[in-house]
């Protein structure tokens, strides 16, 4: 399989409740990102990993937790989410830790609703 | 910090339409990207550009960067359904903190194509 991939693609959860985002990219890429796309808002930027380091933290409330064990798979971890945590998370990879449109690619995004 | 202001929210037009969309910035830009998106997927890259006065042009989409106005524009000519998505703007900024990953991102301008 080509490129990145994300799982689930929709997740309803209650706000007690637990659950993770997969994301997984086999192009030998260095560096992920997960985001967050909210309805009328722009694309905000969570977290950044490169050589399964995290080197970004964009003030993201620790209701989320990521993890990257190795250099193809990032984590989101949810817990006690709020519904305003209801949003599209997009999680995207790219070579070198720098801003590469040519060598960006994103995934399909998983979009989570919190009830 | 910069904010890009995209122009309309949303449009509608029919099949064969040419259209523009606008992205401003708050602040100087130094580089501006158009993205695609479609319901459920993730960004598809679709232009760069550097350089004031800078055009580009893919198929029926063409981009141009205005410098002076900090502005871009995005053309379609002669629209198809295949049109439909979300476009969105994004601009990187010099010496973020050394942070060269960090781009802004415009809400988006959801465009429909009627057949």
């Known amino acids: 399989e080509t490129g990145v991939t994300q799982t689930p693609r929709h997740l309803v959860m209650g706000m007690t409740n637990k659950k993770s985002l997969k994301c997984e990219q086999h192009l030998g890429h260095n560096a992920m990102y997960w985001y967050k796309q909210s309805a009328k808002k722009p694309l905000e930027l969570m977290f950044v990993y490169s050589l399964e380091e995290r080197v970004e933290n964009n003030s993201v409330p620790s209701r989320f937790s990521p993890e990257c064990p190795n250099s193809s798979h990032l984590f989101l971890h949810l817990h006690t989410l709020q519904p305003e945590d209801s949003a599209l998370y997009l999680c995207a990879s790219s070579h070198y830790l720098s801003w590469d449109p040519y060598e960006q690619y994103f995934g399909p995004g998983t979009r989570l609703t919190v009830t | 910090s910069q904010e890009l202001e995209q122009s309309p929210q949303s449009l509608i037009v029919q099949e064969g339409k040419n259209l523009t969309i606008n992205c401003t910035s708050s602040?100087?830009?130094?580089?501006l990207y158009w993205y695609k998106q479609k319901y459920g997927e993730g960004l598809i890259f679709l232009m760069m550009?550097?350089?004031?006065?800078e055009e580009k042009s893919h198929e029926k989409i063409t981009a141009k960067l205005d410098e002076k106005k900090q502005q871009s524009s995005l053309h379609i000519t002669a629209s198809q359904p295949s049109h439909a998505g979300i476009y969105l703007c994004g601009a990187g900024a010099p010496n973020s903190g050394g942070s060269n990953y960090k781009l802004t991102f415009g809400k988006g301008t959801l465009l429909t194509v009627n057949p």
């Open positions: 550009l550097q350089k004031g006065g």
């Open positions: 602040k100087t830009l130094y580089g």
